[in-house]
């Protein structure tokens, strides 16, 4: 069945890094689009990075502009998230995203904390 390991996330200070994982199994992942999407407490969900399939084309929210590179794998089915020049506001849980065959499928997600 259709899987997303996430893994990477943790407690860092502000300004700091962190590169998270998602590895995905269970379907054609070359042929699907990725996205990493975030919440935090008492916040909607909210997209924060996308990527075809071929990974040529990527989309971010403005809040991450600049500070956040999502890129994939396609040999070893995983996508990644670079997070530099973290900030408290990213401070939530990540997660991984496909939508295909008409289902949205979801990871369980990692706890990014940015804190001092």
């Known amino acids: 069945q259709v899987q997303f390991v996430e893994s990477g996330g943790g407690l860092v200070q502000p300004g700091g890094s962190l590169r998270l994982s998602c590895a995905a199994s269970g379907f054609t992942f070359n042929s699907v689009a990725m996205r990493w999407y975030r919440q935090a407490p008492g916040k909607e969900r909210q997209l924060v990075a996308s990527i075809s399939s071929t990974g040529v084309t990527t989309t971010y929210a403005d809040s991450v502009k600049g500070r956040f590179t999502i890129s994939r794998d396609n040999a070893k089915n995983t996508v990644y998230l670079q997070m530099n020049s973290l900030k408290p506001e990213d401070t939530a849980v990540y997660y991984c995203?496909?939508?295909?065959?008409?289902?949205?499928?979801w990871g369980q997600g990692t706890q990014v904390t940015v804190s001092s």
């Open positions: 995203n496909a939508w295909f065959n008409k289902n949205n499928y």
